[in-house]
Nanobody, 121 residues
Framework: QAQLVESGGGLVQPGGSLRLSCKAS????????MTWVRQAPGKGLEWVSA????????YYANPVKGRFTISRDSAENTLFLQMDSLKPEDTALYYC??????????????WGNGTLVTVSS
């Protein structure tokens, strides 16, 4: 059974850092595009970042560009999101997802349950 499990969320002060992980199981897809999406309290889904199968093509939403870094370890079937210089507006439930095609605009077919990031002093 295909499954994505996020971890690494928590409470952090503004300016701090967190590293999110997303472990895939039940499937191996070294060529799959993967993405991070977040949902702030009371708001809709917001795309954050995407990465290609080889890990050398990455995209970021403007609000996180220069602060977040997406990466992957295909051998471990794990996706990462390094988040630095965190701001209160980064507070959200962060989801990882597998995209159905080769590109960041494809829909996702597998989703994790999310990990909560709270940025507050």
């Amino acid at each position: 059974q295909a499954q994505l499990v996020e971890s690494g969320g928590g409470l952090v002060q503004p300016g701090g850092s967190l590293r999110l992980s997303c472990k895939a199981s039940g499937f191996t897809c070294s060529n799959c595009w993967m993405t991070w999406v977040r949902q702030a309290p009371g708001k809709g889904l917001e795309w954050v970042s995407a990465i290609n199968g080889a890990g050398h093509v990455v995209y970021y939403a403007n609000p996180v560009k220069g602060r977040f870094t997406i990466s992957r370890d295909s051998a471990e079937n794990t996706l990462f999101l390094q988040m630095d210089s965190l701001k209160p507006e980064d507070t959200a439930l962060y989801y990882c997802a597998k995209l159905t095609g080769s590109g960041r605009n494809y829909p996702a077919d597998y989703w994790g349950n999310g990990t909560l990031v709270t940025v507050s002093s």
